[in-house]
């Protein structure tokens, strides 16, 4: 794995899945998505996904020690590690991993916005061949929250989207909130409808949505594999998806390519 390039700030650059075993994912996700596997260089604990030989995601093995839930984490590429997490801290966030060296040049961190919805954010040369590349490659990233605006403005202060130097685009859509660049959807921000007030019962996160052929399928195959099913397929003006739990809890979505 030798990262080349520096990924554009605020954009997001990777994504994460913490697993209680390795191997187990490995399988899993193999049946379901198709995926390979290679060696990422910073331990025998940890694998990139591959798709059509181009990165997709990285699954690492959580430390025995830790007893975190399993979760698919997004990373957001900054220029800055450090001035990031102040932003985080200013506007009622928290950092709660580093940011933390790896390797020469980078650094990394885990976050929570003011809802507790988890992201990191990364500082250096990112992966080859992300997040653009074949149908496999994770689509958008999707979070759910309890105030979508609230949300949009905490990401779009700490990231820069919204700033004249940034090529990204925020628009309003179907009670929606999304990010773009050059028309390509990065990331959607879900809450009420404009009218609500913030629903207390959602309980905020980010959501990888990975394209798949056939969204009916995907789901067979996660059954069969020992996942369940947290939302059936069903139609979405994105198009049809599913919401899948993997065998360990770890949630993301099939959506379709």
Not at 16 to 25: E, I, K, R, V
Request: proline share 9%.
């Amino acid at each position: 794995m030798k990262p080349i390039g520096h990924a554009r700030p605020g954009f997001p650059c990777w994504v994460s899945l913490a697993a209680p075993s390795l191997q187990a994912a490995q399988k899993f996700y193999t049946a379901v998505l198709g995926w390979t596997w290679r060696p990422t260089g910073v331990g025998e604990e940890f694998r990139t996904a591959l798709f059509g030989g181009a990165p997709v995601a990285g699954v690492g093995a959580l430390a025995s020690s830790l007893r975190s839930a399993t979760a698919w984490t997004p990373f957001f590429a900054v220029e800055d590690a450090d001035a990031t997490a102040a932003r985080i801290h200013e506007r009622g966030g928290t950092v709660g991993v580093g940011p933390l060296p790896f390797g020469p040049g980078r650094r990394a961190a885990l976050a929570a916005d003011r809802d507790g919805a988890v992201f990191g954010f990364w500082a250096g040369e990112a992966l080859p061949g992300w997040p653009s590349g074949p149908d496999g490659a994770p689509a958008w990233l999707e979070l759910r929250t309890r105030d979508a605006f609230a949300a949009a403005l905490f990401y779009g202060e700490v990231f820069g989207w919204a700033s004249p130097e940034s090529s990204c685009s925020v628009e309003y859509e179907n009670d929606e909130v999304i990010v773009r660049e050059a028309g390509r959807k990065l990331a959607v921000v879900h809450g009420g409808s404009v009218e609500q007030a913030p629903d207390p019962e959602v309980r905020p996160r980010w959501y990888v949505h990975f394209r798949v052929p056939d969204v009916t399928a995907a789901v067979a195959a996660a059954r069969a594999a020992g996942g369940t099913v947290a939302l059936a397929p069903t139609a979405s003006p994105a198009g049809r998806q599913a919401i899948l739990r993997d065998p360990d809890g770890g949630l993301f979505t099939v959506t379709a390519a």
